[in-house]
């Protein structure tokens, strides 16, 4: 079964900045949408970013204007480049990628922004 391999997380500084990605381990086809959702210790998942296959965006608002999704059609990955960390975006950072069918969700990685 194809899982999601999602790297990139870690300890930075506010204002700061770190770059997420995440691969499938096998071919998956048909991909649509990709998507990078956070989930904070006490609060529900959220929706950070979302690309689509004709590579429009759209940004959470806490986020716009500091975060960029992007995609590799070619590699079927998705990025999340973050600036302009802030403690509150502190989460566990999960990505998504979604087909007609199915969405694979990915295993989570820790992105914590202290000083």
């Known amino acids: 079964q194809v899982q999601l391999v999602e790297s990139g997380g870690g300890l930075v500084q506010p204002g700061g900045s770190l770059g997420l990605s995440c691969a499938p381990s096998g071919t998956i086809f048909g991909i649509t949408t990709m998507a990078w959702y956070r989930q904070a210790p006490g609060k529900q998942r959220e929706l950070v970013a979302f690309i689509t296959s004709g590579d429009i965006t759209n940004y959470a608002d806490s986020v716009k204007g500091r975060f960029t999704i992007s995609r590799d059609n070619a590699k079927n990955t998705v990025y999340l480049q973050m600036n302009s960390l802030k403690p509150e975006d502190t989460a566990v950072y999960y990505c998504?990628?979604?087909?007609?069918?199915?969405?694979?969700w990915g295993q989570g990685t820790q992105v914590t922004v202290s000083s």
């Open positions: 998504r990628i979604g087909t007609s069918r199915v969405y694979y």
